[in-house]
């Protein structure tokens, strides 16, 4: 998709500086830092065909200034796939453009193209930019997310 400046497209292996770049201030907006490793299991599973974890990346200008990542699986609820979306970022600079629109936008049909039911996502409650665009694209639901780490 081309939109003015901007170019969404799969993330590929020429992308890892750039995107190395984004994945930190991700991480950094929500305040954690993962080891080297498993950013590169990350990075390698994003571009591995046999995995079924993708990357979408935004461009402006020969320059990747956002991505996503979405994990398509199963589900006991429906005879298709899901498609969980699983990081969404955009650097500050571009905010306020559409790209995060776009992406998700990308998303959506992707996961078409990949016989998904549904997409989903989550969010911090606090996180008030992002889920004004959230608001115009999806449908919030009432589900509450519980979480044990092992």
Known sequence: MKNTSITIAPLSKADYDFWLILWQDYLTFYETSLPMSTIDTTWRNLINNDVA???????KDDILVGFTHVVIHPTTWSSTACCYLQDLY??????????GRALIEAVYNFADEKGCNHVYWKTQESNADAR????????????VQYRKNL
């Open 90 to 99: 955009v650097n500050e600079s571009v905010r306020g453009k559409g790209i």
């Open 53 to 59: 974890t993708y990357g979408i990346g935004a461009w």
């Open 132 to 143: 004004q665009l959230y608001d115009k694209v999806a449908s919030l639901t009432d589900m």
